[in-house]
């Protein structure tokens, strides 16, 4: 499996994910912008008092999002590596995992990764492993059979 291409794969994935957030927020300011032009009492306030609740809730998404994105930013997918850091694509017994941000499974190429941080229990657990180790999680024993 080609590191690069499952990096440039992430990137994608966090550029859409970003993308989706600021259209969703750039739309729920637009509604605000009318619904403050209407003037229908009560009801118009708690309307507009729950557009408020959504772009609150959408700028903090976006913000996480765009932390990640500059966490991502700063890995260099051609480096390799012989123990298990940032940025390493690790295959093992259960599957590949991609170290580097906490973003759930992306499909590649036809196979599943588990793209996760180094803070993940996971992660932590096989942070400074090296290919060939073992570790045991959540009752299930984890062999790390390759590392780039």
Not at 70 to 82: A, F, G, R, T, Y
Not at 92 to 106: D, K, Q
Request: net charge positive; aromatic share 6%; glycine share 4%.
């Amino acid at each position: 499996m080609n590191k690069k291409n499952v990096y440039d794969k992430i990137v994608f994935e966090i550029n859409c994910r970003i993308s989706k957030i600021q259209k969703a927020l750039d739309n729920q300011k637009e509604n605000l912008i009318v619904e403050s032009k209407s003037t229908a009492g009560d009801k118009h306030n708690t309307s507009r008092a729950m557009m408020h609740i959504e772009i609150d809730k959408l700028s903090q998404q976006l913000s996480k999002l765009i932390q990640i994105n500059k966490l991502i930013q700063s890995v260099k997918p051609e480096k390799c590596n012989d123990k298990i850091q940032l940025g390493s694509l690790v295959e093992t017994n259960f599957g590949y995992l991609y170290i580097i941000a906490p973003l759930g499974n992306i499909s590649f190429k036809g196979k599943k990764i588990m793209v996760i941080s180094l803070a993940s229990p996971i992660g932590k657990a096989l942070q400074d492993k090296t290919q060939r180790e073992f570790i045991t999680l959540y009752g299930n024993r984890w062999e790390i059979k390759k590392i780039t």
